[in-house]
């Protein structure tokens, strides 16, 4: 009765460490669902979840010992006559495929925020750079328009409209390159609309543009006619 006993108590605290460990693995993986990306995932909430995957992954490693401790008694028992561990040895062969699935899971989910969170810096360090020469060009553009024009120098004014333009010509593919990732973006993150603020950015670089073909067709015009 004793060694029944004995062994009663031997396979309870083995199933135990077993169960708990699966409650563990399985609380983890609500964890990382949390993690994963969504439409309504802005920069700031990408970072926040790649954070808390961080923290997961760390805590993530005590299973390593949890398994190693469940696998040693089970080696233990295994040598005990006339001992069972056959339903032990399953149970804990699920653990360590939940546990290994867990890990997967971790890294599937840590390329999809890097991959998000890529996207996201790229096109703010673009666009970002992108405005601020925008606005220089723009800001040169108007002073132009506040001083009144005379004969004398309306080549040089010309002249200079010409630069402005050329330099918008040269903003052209930075513009293109915010689209795109403006779009790859949306493809992911869609509930953000980032779309709204590449739509703001292109309508302020066709208004300097067109801004600056009205100065140049005026002074052109004005110089012919008084040429």
């Not at 132009?144 to 409209?161: A, F, R």
């Not at 593919?173 to 993150?189: D, F, R, S, V, Y």
Request: hydrophobic share 30%; charged share 30%; glycine share 2%.
């Amino acid at each position: 009765k004793n060694k029944k006993n004995l062994t009663n108590h031997i396979d309870k605290t083995i199933k135990d460490k077993i169960i708990n460990c699966s409650k563990l693995i399985q609380q983890q993986n609500e964890k990382v669902k949390w993690c994963k990306p969504d439409s309504s995932s802005d920069k700031y909430n990408l970072e926040v979840k790649l954070n808390s995957l961080n923290e997961i992954e760390k805590s993530n490693s005590d299973f390593n010992d949890k398994i190693k401790d469940i696998d040693e008694s089970l080696n233990i028992i295994s040598k005990v006559p006339k001992l069972s561990s056959s339903d032990l040895v399953e149970m804990q062969a699920q653990v360590q495929k939940n546990y290994e699935q867990l890990v997967g899971d971790c890294d599937g989910v840590r390329k999809l925020l890097e991959n998000n969170l890529s996207l996201w810096s790229q096109y703010d360090s673009i666009s970002e750079e992108f405005l601020n020469k925008l606005k220089d060009v723009e800001g040169k553009t108007k002073s132009e328009t506040t001083y009144q024009v005379d004969l004398p120098s309306i080549d040089e004014k010309v002249e200079k409209i010409r630069e402005y333009k050329k330099q918008m010509e040269q903003l052209a593919p930075q513009l293109q390159e915010i689209i795109k990732l403006g779009n790859a973006i949306n493809n992911k993150n869609e509930e953000v609309h980032i779309n709204q603020a590449v739509n703001q950015i292109t309508a302020r670089y066709n208004m300097a543009s067109n801004l600056i073909n009205t100065i140049m067709d005026r002074l052109i015009d004005y110089g012919q006619r008084y040429a």
